[in-house]
């Protein structure tokens, strides 16, 4: 292809956060996955698909060498916990600023 090494990697859950291309980096780190030795130049020329949905959720898991997608029951779990978390801050916010006006 193009002589280019392209790396991933994954966060602890086992959710891939990143690809890129040997050169765009000249600091590696042990948690670099190695997923072709004679890729082309950029990472998204090899993997087409987007790693983040509409939602900025990690799309695919690596799971025993291979690219998996995740379920949408995955998804949904990891969205309502976001949404939650969202909300809370919202609540603060707004209760912050009320404090401020009174």
């Known amino acids: ?3 280019y090494k392209l790396f991933i990697r994954i966060d602890d859950h086992q959710r891939i956060i990143d690809g890129y291309a040997d050169w765009q980096t000249e600091k590696h780190a042990d948690d670099e996955i190695l997923v072709c030795e004679d890729g082309p130049r950029q990472f998204h ?6 790693l983040l949905n509409e939602h900025m959720q990690y799309r695919y898991k690596w799971i025993n060498g291979q ?6 029951e995955e998804l949904e ?3 309502a ?3 939650i978390r969202k909300n809370w801050k919202t609540f603060r916010i707004i209760n912050k600023i009320k404090r401020l006006m009174t």
């Open 81 to 83: 916990v976001i949404s």
């Open 77 to 79: 779990a990891e969205w």
């Open 45 to 50: 020329l090899y993997w087409t698909e987007p």
């Open 67 to 72: 690219r998996i997608e995740r379920t949408q």
């Open 1 to 3: 292809m193009g002589g």
